[in-house]
Nanobody, 124 residues
Framework: QVQLVESGGGLVQAGGSLRLSCAAS????????MGWFRQAPGKEREFVAA????????YYADSVKGRFTISGDNAKSTVYLQMNSLRPEDTAVYYC?????????????????WGQGTQVTVSL
């Protein structure tokens, strides 16, 4: 059974940083790609970032470019999202997800497995 477990969310002041982790288990994910999405209250879930396990290719939403960094550790089956210079508009539940390589990077339906989400709240 595939399981993705996010951690690292919390409350932070604007300008602060958080690092989210997503631990994957239940199968071999070497050929898959990892992504992060987020969903703010009253809004649709949106793409944040994606990568391969070795980090040779990364993708970011325009809203987080230059502030967020996605990385993966294949040996630990864990993907990270380093979030710096956080803004109140970054407040959301953050989800990690897994997709097959040939699927579109920023489309929710490309992703087969999802975590339960971790709350990130950025205050003024």
């Amino acid at each position: 059974q595939v399981q993705l477990v996010e951690s690292g969310g919390g409350l932070v002041q604007a300008g602060g940083s958080l690092r989210l982790s997503c631990a994957a288990s239940g199968r071999t994910f070497g050929a898959y790609r990892m992504g992060w999405f987020r969903q703010a209250p009253g809004k649709e879930r949106e793409f944040v970032a994606a990568t391969s396990w070795n980090g040779d290719t990364t993708y970011y939403a325009d809203s987080v470019k230059g502030r967020f960094t996605i990385s993966g550790d294949n040996a630990k089956s864990t993907v990270y999202l380093q979030m710096n210079s956080l803004r109140p508009e970054d407040t959301a539940v953050y989800y990690c997800a897994v997709r097959r390589p040939a699927q579109a990077v920023d489309v929710m339906t490309s992703y087969e497995y999802w975590g339960q989400g971790t709350q990130v709240t950025v205050s003024l």
